[in-house]
């Protein structure tokens, strides 16, 4: 009976949340997503995966505009003017949590424009793997994982990502990473009364039918979690139409000069992770760091672990390790 309630909420107050300003409040922030969208443009343009090589970076604190009129557990799935999938908002809360564990809770829905998908390879300059299967994904906004049923309830809540917008390099990058870091609060928070506010913002190009990009934004309602993450749809060695989902290889696209930086000033003033902590062996002297010190080898001696940011650890010339 919730379920069916949290349905019909989802129908009945998405045009009504729209007359009442919710798209005004959250273009509050235009200056700072005008600067994001530039990033995820110039990113793109050039395959790049990102100042993490995982297909997201941290933006610093989250902008929760947009969430006077959403209730704990209730969730919005918005198309924007031209009728692609829009800002998708929803307060989570523990009990969604339990209630997605042990399988998928739904079907992917095909999002709006959702393209031809063939089946291609990506050579990743973080784990220096190559994996081939179909390049696009129908992408959650929301996920599965955090939200449930609920969040096969509107096709508005996919966009068409990339394998590496999904899961990253890694499997722990792209929307995985921002949506891990609501779970990793659930799992040390069990049976909690707190809510986590969760807002994801596709961003396009013009008219372009595929966003470039996703911004998340979470905060817990104790505050713990506050944070605005970047996501970008690209894929290493391919050249993407993000009005088709046609694409090429790109010159060269197994090799790693392939993987540099974007030319533009732009990558420097992109925040790396400031926020998230990682684990390094050795006294800090490893080239490699880790996002949770459990999955380190059992032979680490822990006692000579360092933690430290992960934009710490990147600017050290170190990275994450490839087998987490």
């Known amino acids: 009976m919730k379920n069916k309630f949290k349905l019909l909420f989802v129908a009945l107050t998405t ?3 729209l007359s009442v300003g ?11 997503r005008t600067q994001i969208k530039t990033y995820l443009i110039d990113y793109t343009n050039q395959s790049y995966p990102g100042p993490t090589q995982n297909y997201y970076y941290d933006n610093g604190a989250a902008d929760m505009t947009g969430f006077t009129k959403i209730k704990s557990g209730q969730a919005l ?10 800002t998708a908002v929803a307060i989570l809360t523990y009990s969604e949590f339990v209630a997605s564990k042990g399988a998928r809770q739904g079907n992917p829905l095909k999002p709006p424009y959702y393209p031809k998908n063939v089946k291609t390879s990506i050579s990743f300059s973080l784990t220096g793997k190559t994996e081939k299967g179909y390049i696009w994904n129908k992408s959650h906004s929301i996920a599965d994982s955090l939200l449930g049923k609920l969040s096969y ?13 999904n899961v990253g390099a890694n499997d722990r990058g ?16 069990p049976n909690t009364n707190i ?13 372009e039918k595929i966003p470039r990009g996703s911004i998340v934004d979470e905060k817990s309602s ?15 060695g391919l050249s993407i139409n993000y ?9 060269n696209s197994s090799s790693k000069s392939n993987q540099t930086e974007p030319s533009t000033s732009i990558v420097s003033q992109v925040p790396l992770s400031p926020t998230v902590i990682v684990y390094v062996a050795n006294k800090g002297k490893s080239d490699a760091y880790w996002y949770n010190e459990n999955d380190m080898p059992a032979s680490t001696n822990k006692t000579n672990v360092v933690t430290m940011t992960e934009s710490q650890a990147i600017s050290a010339g170190k990275h994450a390790s490839k087998n987490e």
């Not at 799935?77 to 829009?86: E, K």
């Not at 104790?222 to 290493?236: K, L, M, P, Q, R």
């Open 15 to 17: 045009s009504l949340f």
């Open 22 to 32: 919710f798209s005004q409040q959250v273009q509050a922030a235009n200056q700072s």
């Open 77 to 86: 799935f918005l198309p924007d003017s031209q009728g692609r999938s829009g």
């Open 153 to 165: 309830s509107s096709k508005y809540n996919f966009t068409s990502g990339t394998r590496s917008q």
């Open 174 to 189: 792209g929307m995985r990473f921002p949506e891990e870091i609501a779970e990793n609060y659930w799992k040390s928070h």
């Open 195 to 207: 809510t986590i506010s969760y807002m994801t913002t596709p961003i396009y190009n013009g008219n």
């Open 222 to 236: 104790d505050g713990t979690i506050n944070t605005e993450i970047v996501v970008i749809n690209s894929a290493e």
């Open 243 to 251: 009005n088709t989902g046609s694409f090429t290889h790109t010159k």
